[in-house]
Nanobody, 123 residues
Framework: QVQLIESGGGLVQAGGSLRLSCQASGRTFSSYRLGWFRQAPGKEREFVAHISWSGANTYYADSVKGRFTISRDNAKSTVYLQMNSLKHEDTAVYYC????????????????WGQGTQVTVSS
C-alpha cells in the first residue's frame, strides 16, 4: 500500500510558475515509476508526465513539453512537477500516481493515486 499526497497547487496568472509536490509513504519509493495526470472540469483525466525509478528517463505530453519538468528525490520520497509558462488551459486538478504496468500514457496503468491538487491559471 502506498499513500500519495499532492501539494503546491493554487491560483496563478498566465505566464507564471508553480511547483507541485507529491509525497509518498508506505512501500519503498524508489521502486516505483511515477506519473502526473490532470483533469479539467468536464474532461477526461489526461497524462502529463512520467518519470522512471532513477529519474533518468522522463516523458511528457506534447501539450506541456518544454514548459513542465518532472523530477524526483528518492531520499525524500517525493516527486515534483515544475510548471512554467502556465496557460489558462493548464487549469485542472493535478494527480500523481504510481505506475504499475502497461503504457505510461494511460491512467489504467497506474495503481495508487493521490487526492489531487487544484491548479487555476487566470488569463
Amino acid at each position: 500500500q502506498v499513500q500519495l499526497i499532492e501539494s503546491g497547487g493554487g491560483l496563478v496568472q498566465a505566464g507564471g510558475s508553480l511547483r507541485l509536490s507529491c509525497q509518498a509513504s508506505g512501500r519503498t519509493f524508489s521502486s516505483y515509476r511515477l506519473g502526473w495526470f490532470r483533469q479539467a472540469p468536464g474532461k477526461e483525466r489526461e497524462f502529463v508526465a512520467h518519470i522512471s525509478w532513477s529519474g533518468a528517463n522522463t516523458y511528457y505530453a506534447d501539450s506541456v513539453k518544454g514548459r513542465f519538468t518532472i523530477s524526483r528525490d528518492n531520499a525524500k520520497s517525493t516527486v515534483y512537477l515544475q510548471m512554467n509558462s502556465l496557460k489558462h488551459e493548464d487549469t485542472a486538478v493535478y494527480y500523481c500516481a504510481t505506475h504499475f504496468s502497461g503504457s505510461y500514457y494511460h491512467s489504467s496503468a497506474y495503481e495508487y493515486w493521490g487526492q489531487g491538487t487544484q491548479v487555476t491559471v487566470s488569463s
